[in-house]
């Protein structure tokens, strides 16, 4: 099973579970209407508020990193996978990787420093993939946006610059998108809670929040709220900015493509920089969480209050008024999201 993973990913997923797929039923136009509506209405005139918000603990120590030039040796070894498919301009990964590496350092150095890309580069074209088997509500799917092969190239140096300098400023409790395995770190952690509990018979309440479509749903105002708390450069932000003001889609549905698209909330989903983006703006999120709530473990200097991967949180208290307390005191929803809801699934430990 590890070999087939190394070799093929969705191979290895599909060897595991049923692959999901949509239902006959649901038409490109009930998928349009529900997605162009999420994407892009509803949303609050003006900057969102966010003084609700704590205050980021920490700010990256030397962020010009960023900003500097690119260079061959950082550029040249940066490939872009050859099953990564095109975007809408055609290029694929193959002719862009032989592309010499002195010439990317050229264009993108221009990008860089006039904080923006080409137009005609920054639409993109929309897919979707199935949530589950037989998906007939547009609700069920994941929306996956495919930019131009040469800008997601770009983005994805800028994400590996950016993703060195996060490692000190996030919140350690975020365990997604992070150079380690936070699926099982996460995994341990909750497994240490639950057995400590259960062998000193001290109780413990935890439960499991689902923020329905985070991703989808983040304020573009607030992305520059967050950036500009750790002290990212304003060559970056306002790149940054120009990206999300300027963007453009088109929804693809079993053969059928949408008009343009101007999304006004979310992160690009299948851009490099989202993962991340996403993460600056929910840490704000994840440091309302009181200190003095949690879950002591020996082997931890503080109280375990929190395990988040990426989107998905819970919430660890040790008493069921704790954690009562502790969701009452945390922005889950609140000027970071549009339209956010929350499922709350508590654990039957307390």
């Given at each position: ?9 969705s191979s ?5 579970f049923?692959k999901a797929?949509f ?9 349009f209407e529900?997605?162009?509506h999420?994407l892009?209405?509803?949303v ?30 950082e ?10 498919a095109?975007?809408?301009d ?23 420093k ?5 137009l005609?580069?920054?639409g993109s ?6 949530k589950?088997?037989d ?7 994941r929306?996956i946006?495919?930019?131009?092969i040469?800008l997601?190239h ?24 992070r150079?380690f395995?936070g ?12 057995k400590?509990s259960?062998?000193d018979?001290l109780p ?9 479509k ?7 105002p ?5 950036l500009?708390?750790i002290g ?5 932000s306002?790149y ?7 963007a453009?889609?088109s ?5 059928v493509l ?5 999304p006004?909330k ?6 490099p920089?989202s993962?991340?983006?996403?993460l ?14 949690g879950?002591?473990l020996?082997?931890i ?8 991967y ?11 008024l704790?954690?009562?307390?502790t969701?009452d005191t ?21």
């Amino acid at each position: 099973m590890q070999k087939l993973y190394r070799k093929s990913r969705s191979s290895c997923y599909d060897s595991l579970f049923t692959k999901a797929n949509f239902a006959e039923e649901l038409q490109p136009d009930v998928m349009f209407e529900f997605w162009s509506h999420l994407l892009k209405d509803r949303v609050a005139d003006g900057s969102p508020d966010m003084s609700a918000l704590p205050a980021v603990g920490k700010v990256i120590e030397d962020p010009s990193s960023l900003t500097q030039l690119f260079y061959p040796d950082e550029v040249g070894p940066c490939k872009m996978a050859y099953s990564t498919a095109a975007g809408p301009d055609g290029v694929t990964s193959k002719s862009w990787n032989k592309v010499s590496a002195r010439a990317k350092c050229k264009i993108y150095s221009v990008w860089l420093k006039t904080r923006q890309a080409p137009l005609s580069l920054i639409g993109s074209r929309t897919i979707f993939i199935a949530k589950k088997t037989d998906a007939s509500s547009p609700a069920d799917a994941r929306p996956i946006s495919i930019a131009s092969i040469v800008l997601r190239h770009y983005h994805k140096i800028l994400a590996k610059r950016l993703s060195l300098l996060l490692e000190n400023v996030l919140d350690q409790d975020q365990l997604g998108f992070r150079p380690f395995d936070g699926i099982g770190k996460g995994l341990g952690r909750l497994d240490s809670l639950i057995k400590h509990s259960m062998e000193d018979l001290l109780p413990i309440s935890i439960s499991c929040i689902d923020l329905e479509k985070a991703f989808d749903s983040v304020l573009h105002p607030s992305i520059q709220f967050s950036l500009k708390a750790i002290g990212v450069p304003e060559d970056f932000s306002e790149y940054i900015k120009y990206i999300y003001d300027n963007a453009f889609t088109s929804l693809y549905f079993k053969g059928v493509l949408s008009s343009p698209v101007r999304p006004s909330k979310g992160v690009r989903q299948g851009d490099p920089l989202s993962p991340l983006l996403f993460l600056v703006v929910f840490d704000n999120i994840l440091r309302a969480v009181p200190k003095y709530e949690g879950f002591k473990l020996p082997e931890i200097e503080h109280p375990v209050n929190k395990i988040a991967y990426a989107d998905d949180l819970v919430l660890v208290a040790d008493s069921p008024l704790g954690l009562q307390n502790t969701f009452d005191t945390t922005s889950l929803g609140g000027d970071w999201a549009q339209d956010q809801h929350q499922e709350i699934h508590y654990l039957p430990v307390a």
